[in-house]
């Protein structure tokens, strides 16, 4: 990162007061004062410890920090040639990290509180473009680009070894693999290639523990191009997956747009277009993310260009059976080129992304959203990063002990003599959870027709700025109330139903979500 297009910023947002995760300030610089370093990512497991990894020169560098502890001493977990680093961490802190070396694509392992082991292997010389997930079990999955162009994975149980022979999943002439591994252990691949004339994107799965993968199915129009996917798999296994579908008219890109497809119970539904003004620059020059809450419903960030030279930045939120609620544009700028988002299990969503701010410096800057309660829309940004030049954020997110919300936030920072990487982390403080839920059933005989009642009682949050509760049927919001009770008229006596509640304060935040199963 060198110099920076400076100009103007438009932010578009709701004016609400929806509360704002607080960042830690002065940023901590992680790699080496004068040594060039690139390539930031980050994660953050449930009990808030986090792990970097970055690049310095051709070296993967390591560190870690403990909750409520001091960045520790960066060490090298690869040889020098390395590039392309990439990390997950599972639910016990347990860290995998895959990267590009001459020799092949390579990994190495963090234990909780241990050290990192010496590298692996994972593929013959020449691989590129690795990616890597883990399941709620800890066991891994890794994707990459092999010399020839298919694309391979290799797949580790926990507590086991990585898969002696890769599998090969794909068909000649493959790249971009992105891999998402959901809470049952569904691995899910999706990449591109060339379908006759026309990019395409493909997808594959299986579940972690099988020996075989599925067969590879084109999962875009064949009708328009399409590139630059991405894909976030959920708890329940149910995935979504998104790409940049466009057409070329000469030398010229046309109808860029972001089209997204859910994959339920094993089948991909239908692609879909979620933008709905045709772009007009290079996908190759745009960014897209995606992200599940637990109720199946996603929330996609990309860029675009509406007129070929502003980047606007957009979102859509996109239900559970494959539809969107239609797409909203945060930011207009020319610098977006950098974008990261991240949930955790109650729908807490930050976004964060690159753009000018009002002194025209490049900076890092945050968005607060919560999937599972949109009403309040996205807050006003908050500016991380300090200085001029800060680019291409990294973010990861956890929900600790039901109670704080913890982010920890990476990006390349131009100091004036190189580049490092600079890191923040984050907090909030969610509010106290309705208590002692329960559900019974009524009858009403009405003679002709008899009404089945199911209604839903609990204690009331101790927080003193609650405002209502959130009523959820079977993950979907069905109204809020501002007593502790709530009557759900016409169900059955045979239905099963998962009723959850959640408490919302006046700055519309919400707490842990409360479930029930009737009967």
Known sequence: MKKFMLVFFTVLLSANLFGQTSWSS??????????????PQIVIDPNANITAV???????IANTLPSGGSWGTAVAISSSGASAPQIAVDPSGNVTAVWVQSTGIHSATLPSGGSWSSATTLSAAGATAPQVAVDPSGDAAAVWESATGFIQASTKLFGGIWSIIPSTISGSGASAPMVSVGGNGNVVVVWQAVNGSINTVYSASKIITALTWGSAAAISSVSHNAVQPTVFTGILGNAVAGWFRYDVIGSAYKNVLFDVAFLVNGTWLTSVDVSTVPGLTNPANLVSVITIDSFG????????????????????ELLSN????GTSELVLDTSIHGLDLSSNSLGYTVLAYMANDTSSNLAIQTLDFNLEYASPGWNNPNIVSQGAFNGYPQLASTLTSNTTNNYALAWIHFDGTSNVIQAVTGTETLIAPPTSLTVTQTTDNRNVVTEYYNTLSWTASTDPNVDAYLIFRNGVEITAVSVNQYIDYNRSPSESVVYTVAAIDNLSNKSVNVNITFP
């Open 26 to 39: 002065p940023p901590q610089t992680l790699s080496t004062l004068g040594v060039n370093a690139s390539a």
């Open 54 to 60: 970055w690049l310095e020169s051709t070296v993967v």
């Open 297 to 316: 419903n996603a929330l996609a960030a990309w860029t675009n260009s509406d007129d070929g030279s502003n980047i606007a930045l957009k979102v859509a």
């Open 322 to 325: 494959g539809t969107s609620t």
